[in-house]
């Protein structure tokens, strides 16, 4: 079964400074990656996400992320993070065949302290 | 286009009692998938219907349950609340096809439940 893990519950970070967000798949089929935002009492957005092609994705608001198929790892970047990126941040999974379903991680707590 | 839609944005209800959560999708798409979101078990996978039809579904009892109409709107039922089902539930509309290729899924602002 498809199973997500980020390994990070919590990230306090400092206003400009860069973030890394951990995230691990594990899958035994094709699999297709996204990372979410989800802003208190809203829904969630979608930052980017990996379907095929060049494994550095780059998404909205300055983040990317890098696909690395051996170390089946999809973590989060940006450079430079501003107040407004404090949210929490949701890897998922998505594997082609019948189970037509996204698989989420458990979440990240971003905070960008000023 | 306008995006997902989800009514009512906040419910209260009591233990014992049913309730019907709507979604309504973005317009074209034939694909609604139901999740829930709780603390402790975070973001978890329900159901998902594509032409009023039961496509795939999630490990939750049978007191969880949905159906989709002609216009492709959703709702979802459950019945003999309990406290743990006090929950985030979000609705994702997709354009949805036969085949079991990738459709990007649009989520909408969820509608929160608490049960007394």
């Known amino acids: 079964a498809q199973s997500v893990t980020q390994l990070d519950s919590q990230v306090p970070v400092f206003e400009e400074a860069p973030v890394e967000l951990r995230c691990n798949y594990s899958?035994?089929?094709?699999?297709?990656l996204f990372w979410y935002v989800q802003y208190p009492n809203q829904g969630l957005q979608l930052l980017l996400k990996?379907?095929?092609?060049?494994?550095l994705v780059k998404g909205i608001n300055g983040f990317e992320a890098e696909f690395n198929k051996s170390q089946t790892s999809f973590h989060l970047r940006k450079p430079s993070v501003h107040i407004s990126d404090t949210a929490e941040y949701f890897c998922a999974a998505y594997s082609s065949g019948s189970a037509r379903q996204l698989t989420f991680g458990s979440g990240t707590q971003l905070t960008v302290l000023p | 286009k306008a995006g997902v839609t989800q009514t009512p944005r906040y419910l209260i209800k009591t233990r014992g009692q049913q309730v019907t959560l709507s979604c309504s999708p973005i317009?074209?798409?034939?694909?609604v998938s139901w999740y829930q979101q709780t603390p402790g078990q975070g973001l978890q996978f329900l159901f998902e219907?594509?032409?009023?039809?039961?496509?795939n579904k999630g490990n939750f009892p049978g007191r969880f349950s949905g159906r989709q109409f002609s216009n492709s709107r959703s709702e979802m039922n459950v019945s003999t609340l309990e406290l743990g089902d006090s929950a985030l539930y979000l609705c994702?509309?997709?354009?949805?096809?036969?085949?079991?290729?990738?459709?990007?899924?649009?989520f909408g602002p969820g509608t929160r439940l608490t049960v007394l």
């Open positions: 219907y594509f032409s009023e039809t039961q496509r």
């Open positions: 994702a509309s997709s354009p949805g096809t036969s085949g079991s290729g990738y459709n990007e899924q649009f």
């Open positions: 899958s035994s089929v094709s699999v297709y």
């Open positions: 317009s074209g798409h034939r694909s």
């Open positions: 990996y379907l095929s092609g060049s494994t």
